[in-house]
């Protein structure tokens, strides 16, 4: 079974600059969460779908941050404009039924 | 490789000796503890959980500590091994109608030495 594919692995931009982020969840898979990870701490929920509808965006900065999964499979996290603080790894993980989550291995972005 | 963290709190721990791994959570309403591991450059990987209702469950060469009048978890490695090396991560789950909701806390750097 593949895991979760995210794209692209690093990306470094300047501030004020836009960048978008992909995922590809587990087939069958109906709820994706988006993370951020600061350095030296743990994955913050910043968005969770079910299936297409948005279950919980509560700690999404919505001036900045946007993210949609249109067809319920895969999903798009975008940030414009970007700040020093957004530098992080963005994680995305899905989860079938019950409560595991499997985590794709992130991408790094570095903010100039 | 990439570095999970740098300034995360440290156990140093010889190959095949024992590790304890400690972490504090402050909400009592939690459904289940989960005890994470992400290596450098991975996403987290979930090693065991444990339901709010129970004080311990074991696993293969892992076994997970719950005390709820301390507000305390703790996650027993056996017999570590080089491929133990990593950031482990405490999180509490929470159970909901519209979707689970996962909560980590800081984390753990763990080194075994060879």
């Known amino acids: 079974e593949a895991g979760v594919a995210q794209s692209p692995r690093y990306k470094i931009i300047e501030k004020r600059q836009s960048v978008a982020f992909w995922c590809n969840p587990i087939?069958?898979?109906?709820?994706l969460y988006w993370y951020q990870q600061i350095l030296g701490q743990g994955p913050k929920l910043l968005i969770q779908?079910?299936?297409?509808?948005?279950?919980?965006d509560s700690q999404l900065p919505k001036d900045r941050f946007s993210a949609e999964r249109l067809k319920g499979v895969d999903s798009t996290l975008k940030i414009q404009p970007a700040k020093l603080e957004d530098s992080a790894v963005y994680l995305c993980?899905?989860?079938?039924?019950?409560?595991?989550?499997?985590f794709g291995p992130g991408t790094r972005l570095t903010v100039t | 490789g990439e570095s999970v963290g740098l300034h995360l709190p440290t156990l140093s721990v010889q190959e095949g000796d024992n590790s304890i791994i400690n972490c504090a959570y402050s909400?009592?309403?939690?459904?289940?503890f989960i005890w994470y591991k992400q290596e450098s450059g991975k996403g987290p990987q979930f090693i065991i959980d444990?339901?709010?209702?129970?004080d311990k469950r074991q696993g293969q060469r892992v076994t997970v500590l719950l005390n709820k009048t301390v507000k305390h978890l703790s996650l027993q490695i056996a017999a570590t091994q080089p491929g133990d090396s990593a950031v482990y991560f405490c999180?509490?789950?929470?159970?909901?109608?519209?979707?689970?909701?996962?909560?980590f806390g800081g984390g753990t750097r763990v080194l075994v030495k060879p």
């Open positions: 779908f079910q299936n297409n509808g948005v279950v919980d």
């Open positions: 087939s069958g898979h109906a709820t």
């Open positions: 444990i339901r709010s209702n129970m």
């Open positions: 993980a899905s989860s079938k039924q019950g409560y595991e989550q499997y």
């Open positions: 999180a509490e789950l929470h159970v909901r109608a519209a979707g689970n909701k996962l909560t």
């Open positions: 909400n009592s309403a939690s459904d289940y």
